[in-house]
């Protein structure tokens, strides 16, 4: 059975940072792209960043240039470093496959940007 735990969230003021954590379990990590969803309040659940399995990236335009993705296979981990936070990243992040079908999703951790 797959589990995707997330961690990493909380409270950041504007412009700060924050790093998330996506451990995941009962696959074969390596083989995976993997992706960084988040979800803000009253809107869709929508794919920031992705990272394949042979290491290419791609970034949503809203979040290009201020957050990165990266994995450690090792570890069974997808990471997604955070800068220059907006309040407009204010939502629940989830990791997940860059494409359906999907795992079955985490609970996901909380980011809040505000002052």
């Known amino acids: 059975q797959v589990q995707l735990v997330e961690s990493g969230g909380g409270w950041v003021q504007p412009g700060g940072s924050l790093r998330l954590s996506c451990t995941a379990s009962g696959i074969i990590f390596r083989f995976y792209g993997m992706g960084w969803y988040r979800q803000a309040p009253g809107k869709q659940r929508e794919l920031v960043a992705g990272?394949?399995?042979?290491?290419?990236?791609n970034y949503s335009d809203s979040v290009k240039d201020r957050f990165t993705i990266s994995r450690s296979n090792a570890k069974n981990t997808v990471y997604l470093q955070m800068n220059s936070l907006k309040p407009e990243d204010t939502a629940v992040y989830h990791c997940?496959?860059?494409?359906?079908?999907?795992?079955?999703w985490g609970q996901g951790t909380r980011v809040t940007v505000s002052s």
């Open positions: 997940n496959k860059m494409r359906p079908p999907y795992f079955s």
């Open positions: 990272l394949t399995s042979d290491g290419r990236t």
